[in-house]
């Protein structure tokens, strides 16, 4: 390290916010590794236990063709909807779940679904939790920033605030019913 960097460094705030605010979103927060704070075990940011899935986070579900991706996303949606541990994975309170799909279509996931359904053996409360909870997105024409503008964006904002009464899981399966 340069002897200007070092001297601008040690002169530095331990806590610096870098940029501006652009839009809705915050300045970046810099810290020295040494002063970074432990998280609290009871961190309200906590979604998934032991900070797994923190708000504002994100899971990505990697692996070969094949083996299961698809359907363990759903069970682990489900089960965390409705406030169930999933592979030994506790969520904080049942979560809103968003699930969009570009690799199935609407009988792939009906059948992963029901498979999963008929597993967890889930209560009239949990069922009326996941039908407030998980909604469906199937989109395979948007990607990259399109897909974030058009797409999730919007979808966020509608959800986020979606009053708990309305029905949207019932549409899911309606081609695909006897």
Request: proline letters at 6%; hydrophobic letters at 35%; aromatic letters at 6%.
């Amino acid at each position: 390290m340069s002897a200007e960097v070092a001297t601008a460094w040690s002169e530095t705030p331990h806590f610096q916010v870098v940029g501006g605010s652009v839009g809705d979103k915050p300045p970046a927060l810099v810290r020295p590794l040494l002063e970074l704070e432990s998280a609290k075990i009871d961190d309200e940011n906590t979604l998934l236990e032991n900070r797994f899935l923190c708000r504002g986070g994100g899971l990505l579900f990697v692996g070969s063709t094949g083996v299961g991706k698809s359907t363990a996303t759903i069970q682990m949606g489900i089960s965390w909807a409705v406030g169930r541990t999933c592979f030994g994975i506790s969520p904080a309170k049942p979560l809103k779940i968003l699930y969009i799909q570009a690799a199935n279509d609407e009988g792939d996931l009906c059948e992963m679904r029901d498979g999963v359904l008929e597993y967890l053996d889930l209560k009239p409360s949990e069922r009326d939790e996941l039908e407030r909870n998980f909604i469906c997105v199937f989109e395979s024409s948007r990607v990259g920033a399109e897909l974030i503008t058009h797409t999730l964006e919007p979808l966020l904002r509608e959800h986020a605030t979606r009053p708990h009464h309305s029905r949207p899981g019932a549409q899911l399966c309606r081609r695909r019913r006897k």
